[in-house]
């Protein structure tokens, strides 16, 4: 798919970056994370904070206006929170397929492992894990990736265990392992939309092994 343009920004990039919005039968502006809502579409690559403005300057209702060639259109005041819970639902729905494709590991000893042996493409935490466990597992990946000394870590969720875990069907989900790394990456496409939107700097500032060869039993 081509470049998109933010309708509030002016700014064109990769759709893949960007939140689709569309309009439903009757006639309500909804976002269209997976772009895939038939009929025209409206394109926005600002946080939720910048939205939020724009709606309160109506700046947003003329882009859209322009956008939709002035169809007519309902923007509902919750439409910045509807985007967010879109955002947070692609991505949970994404780690449970991931899950159910045995390509994450959960539970601190068998992470620890495979981090240890070079095995994790990406590594996130749950909001709510503690700070040991985060630092262990954080250390036994840059063990495995022999980047010891470095500012190379996890990633924090915005989201806590119980989250995680009713997105995963497991039991108590801290810390999650990413072992192949084109999971790797379409977790951290999604990822970044969303924390890009909520306009938080969750990574550290080098949190990553997705563009590391694959594994040989990766596709």
């Not at 639902?89 to 780690?95: C, T």
Request: proline share 5%; charged share 25%; with cysteine.
């Amino acid at each position: 798919m081509s470049e998109r343009r933010c309708i509030l920004s002016g700014d064109r990039a990769d759709p893949a970056g960007l939140i689709r919005l569309a309009i439903s039968p009757d006639g309500d502006v909804l976002p269209d994370v997976r772009a895939r809502a038939p009929g025209r579409g409206a394109w926005i690559g600002v946080g939720r904070a910048e939205l939020e403005q724009a709606m309160a300057k109506g700046k947003f209702r003329g882009a859209l206006a322009r956008a939709f060639k002035g169809e007519p259109i309902t923007v509902a005041d919750d439409l910045p929170e509807r985007i967010e819970s879109a955002l947070q639902a692609d991505l949970l729905a994404r780690l449970g397929l991931e899950a159910k494709a045995s390509n994450i590991l959960t539970g601190f000893e068998k992470i620890d492992v495979a981090a240890r042996r070079g095995q994790v493409r990406l590594l996130l935490h749950a909001r709510d894990a503690g700070t040991d466990g985060v630092r262990k597992l954080d250390q036994a990946w840059r063990v495995g990736e022999e980047r010891e000394g470095e500012t190379f870590g996890g990633q924090s969720l915005p989201v806590d265990r119980e989250t995680l875990s009713m997105a995963l069907g497991r039991n108590n989900v801290v810390h999650i392992a990413v072992t192949n790394a084109a999971a790797a990456g379409r977790i951290s496409g999604l990822l970044g939309r969303w924390q890009s939107y909520l306009g938080c700097a969750n990574a550290a500032p080098d949190s990553g092994s997705a563009d590391r060869a694959p594994l040989g039993d990766d596709p």
